[in-house]
C-alpha cells in the first residue's frame, strides 16, 4: 500500500502480486476458503496504472468471473477491450451495465459503440434511457444532438446542442458543432452561387420549403428586397409537389434567384455566427472557428469584425 500511495505503480504490482499468489496457493490447498478479491482488484489496479495492460486484463478479467460488484472492474476492462478491439467488449459492457445501470463511464461506452457502427435508432434509444436518470448531463445532451444532426433532425439536434451548453457553458464542442452545423450548409449554397448553373440553382430554390436547417421566417429576415416575401411564401402552396415547384421557380427573374439563394445563405450564416464567435472568446486558438468567422463576416460584408479576429 505504501507503494501504491506513493505511485510507484511497477513496485506496488508485484508486492499485491505476491499477496495474491500466496493465496492462490492457500485455497488451492485447502489452507483457506476465502479468495482475496480485494487483494486481487489492488494488484489490477496497479497493473492498469503501471501501463501492465496484459495483466490488468488478466486480473480484471478473474473478478469479472468471480462476480466482484465493483463497477470501476468493468469500466476499465471494457475500456482496455475497446482499446484492443476485444471480441468480448459488448457481452462484458452489457453484464456491467446489468450490474451497474447508473454508470455513466459504461453508459458513454454503449453509446459510442452504437454511434460508431451506425446503429442510430438504438444509440437514440439509449440515450433517452440515461437521459431519465441523467437529464442535464451534457455529453448525453451533446451525443444527442449529434444523432439528430446525423438523421437531419437539425431542430431537435440544434435543442439538445443549446441544452448541453446551458449546463456547461464553457462546452466549446457543442457550439463548434452546433455553429459547423449552419456555416457547412451556407458552405454548401455558396458553392451552387459560384458555380452559377440554372438548374442547381433552381433546384436549392426549390428546398426552401422542404424540412430544413432554417425557417422560411429566417430567410425572409435575411432578405435584402422584402418584398421577395410574398414570392418565398408562395413556394409552399407547392411544398408536395416538387416538379411543380421547381416549374415555378425556373419562371421567377434570374436576379431574383440570387437574392433568394444569397437570403438563405446569410440566414445560416447568422445562425452559426453566434455558436461561432461564443466559442472563439473562450478560446482564441480555436483556428477552425476562427477561419469559419472570417468566411462569415467576408461574406455579409462585415468588414469591421473581420478586424477583431486579428
Do not use: C
Not at 164 to 174: C, L
Request: proline share 2%; aromatic share 10%.
Amino acid at each position: 500500500m505504501s507503494r501504491f500511495e506513493s505511485e510507484k505503480w511497477a513496485e506496488a504490482y508485484l508486492k499485491f502480486n505476491e499477496a495474491v499468489v500466496l493465496n492462490d496457493f492457500l485455497t488451492k490447498n485447502n489452507l483457506t476458503k476465502t479468495i482475496d478479491t480485494s487483494a486481487i482488484y489492488a494488484t489490477s489496479l496497479a497493473a492498469h496504472n503501471g501501463g501492465l495492460k496484459k495483466e490488468s486484463i488478466h486480473l480484471l478479467e478473474r473478478l469479472v468471473a468471480l462476480k466482484y460488484k465493483n463497477k470501476v472492474v468493468y469500466e476499465t476492462l471494457v475500456d482496455l477491450y475497446q482499446q484492443d478491439n476485444n471480441p468480448k467488449f459488448l457481452s462484458t459492457l452489457d453484464e456491467g451495465l446489468k450490474m451497474f445501470p447508473d454508470s455513466k463511464s459504461l453508459q458513454v461506452s454503449k453509446l459510442n459503440y452504437y454511434i460508431q457502427n451506425n446503429k442510430t435508432d438504438e444509440a437514440v434509444a439509449e440515450i433517452n434511457n440515461a437521459l431519465k436518470t441523467d437529464p442535464n448531463n451534457p455529453t448525453l445532451l451533446f451525443n444527442m444532438a449529434v444523432l439528430n444532426e446525423q438523421l437531419q433532425r437539425y431542430h431537435e439536434a440544434i435543442k439538445y446542442y443549446d441544452k448541453a451548453i446551458e449546463n456547461n457553458p464553457k462546452y466549446t464542442d457543442a457550439m463548434f458543432n452546433a455553429g459547423a452545423m449552419y456555416f457547412n450548409k451556407a458552405v454548401e449554397i455558396n458553392k451552387v452561387i459560384n458555380d452559377d448553373t440554372p438548374a442547381r440553382l433552381d433546384s436549392t430554390i426549390a428546398e426552401f420549403v422542404a424540412t430544413d436547417i432554417v425557417t422560411l421566417d429566417e430567410i425572409k429576415a435575411a432578405l435584402k428586397e422584402q418584398n421577395l416575401s410574398a414570392l418565398i411564401n408562395s413556394f409552399n402552396n407547392y411544398a408536395n409537389d416538387k416538379n411543380a415547384l421547381k416549374e415555378k421557380v425556373s419562371k421567377v427573374n434570374e436576379n431574383l434567384k440570387y437574392e433568394l439563394i444569397q437570403a438563405k445563405r446569410n440566414a445560416l450564416f447568422n445562425k452559426a455566427m453566434p455558436y461561432f464567435e461564443k466559442a472563439y472568446s473562450m478560446d482564441k486558438n480555436l483556428v477552425q472557428i476562427k477561419s469559419a468567422l472570417k468566411e462569415i463576416y467576408a461574406r455579409m460584408n462585415m468588414f469591421e469584425k473581420i478586424k477583431t479576429l486579428d
